[in-house]
């Protein structure tokens, strides 16, 4: 993994980040200097001198609500991370296939070719793939009608993508709500503009980092500790107290996955081996260590009965590699490859965290 340019990207895409959601919130009328009156009318709603549909105006009012609550900075870092996040995994998630409907959506197909009167050119900036295959993307709440109408108008790419987009979100809500709550509130005003410009956001994302860096599930843990890392400066600098706010800049910190598989090979991996000594699992575990013969441990009986806790889970690095280690402790004693997920799910894994 090139952590050198993760390093030089992330925290140039924090900046980007939140000037692209400071930018959507003066776009529906609010700064940090400033709130624009809104006036409702029928069914849209006049902020600025621009018409917006009425939804808009109660998705303005939750930011604005949101805004007095936490202050304006405030909630343009957390809506910029929101945002970056779920980038994050939707590329992490589309490069290793795990979006349903089988298309890219924030890169080209693989080929990253267009074909245009019978010859093969490359494309200097070409869709994501779920833009060009729009009709063919099944979504829930997508409204297939919609799509072909702006597919069919030609020159409406942008507003049909931040429509594939919102939609993809929340399709993603059901396995990961925490990550993707759906986006029909303030996050969704502030979804960033100019998404397919060759120096957008995504552009930067899907350029600037080589697929092959993505193959690593450690790449998540080390872009959100770069994505801090000048915000951890900034907060360390200080000489006064660190408002609760700043508390995860300086506190969330990446784990190494050697580090991560030598704690758990040492915890979960012995326990198991004093439990069965013929197990095979040790040939798994290069970071484990023998120890002395001991008689006073923790008697397992079955996998089900291993109780694991992380008390700061954080993004889960410890509990994800625990998962690997109990599917080979399961599949050693028999069970069906099919079940094991969600037993490991329901019964082993737990975790803690204060953010």
Not at 11 to 26: L, M, S, Y
Request: hydrophobic share 40%; net charge negative.
């Amino acid at each position: 993994m090139n952590r050198t340019a993760l390093k030089n990207y992330a925290p140039k895409a924090r900046i980007d980040f939140i000037r692209a959601v400071t930018d959507r919130a003066a776009f529906y009328g609010i700064t940090s200097k400033q709130t624009e009156p809104m006036q409702e009318t029928g069914d849209v709603v006049l902020m600025g001198g621009r018409v917006f549909p009425k939804a808009v105006a109660q998705q303005r009012r939750a930011l604005e609500k949101r805004i007095q609550n936490q202050g304006f900075d405030q909630v343009m870092e957390a809506m910029a991370y929101t945002w970056f996040n779920r980038f994050v995994a939707i590329r992490y998630m589309e490069l290793h296939g795990y979006l349903d409907h089988g298309y890219r959506a924030l890169s080209s197909a693989p080929t990253g070719t267009q074909f245009t009167d019978g010859g093969q050119k490359p494309s200097a900036v070409p869709n994501p793939e779920i833009l060009d295959q729009a009709e063919h993307v099944i979504l829930p709440g997508l409204d297939a009608r919609k799509v072909i109408e702006l597919k069919l108008a030609g020159n409406q790419d942008a507003e049909l993508y931040r429509l594939l987009l919102v939609a993809q979100c929340n399709a993603l809500n059901e396995a990961m709500p925490i990550l993707f709550e759906k986006v029909a509130d303030e996050t969704e005003l502030l979804l960033p503009d100019n998404l397919l410009h060759s120096d957008s956001l995504i552009r930067k994302l899907v350029n600037e980092i080589d697929e092959a860096d993505w193959q690593q599930v450690e790449i998540l843990g080390w872009l959100y500790q770069f994505y801090i890392s000048e915000r951890k400066i900034q907060v360390m600098a200080r000489k006064s107290t660190v408002p609760t706010e700043d508390i995860p800049a300086v506190t969330q910190l990446f784990t190494p996955h050697w580090i991560v598989r030598y704690l758990v090979e040492n915890s979960l991996g012995r326990l198991w081996l004093l439990n069965r000594p013929q197990s095979q699992l040790r040939a798994h575990m290069p970071y484990y260590i023998e120890g002395e013969a001991e008689t006073d441990f923790l008697k397992i009986g079955k996998p089900e009965e291993i109780k694991l806790l992380d008390p700061a889970v954080g993004s889960g690095h410890m509990l994800t590699y625990a998962f690997d280690l109990l599917t080979l402790i399961y599949e050693e004693e028999g069970y069906a490859p099919t079940e094991i997920p969600a037993l490991i799910l329901r019964h082993n894994l737990h975790g803690l965290e204060i953010c």
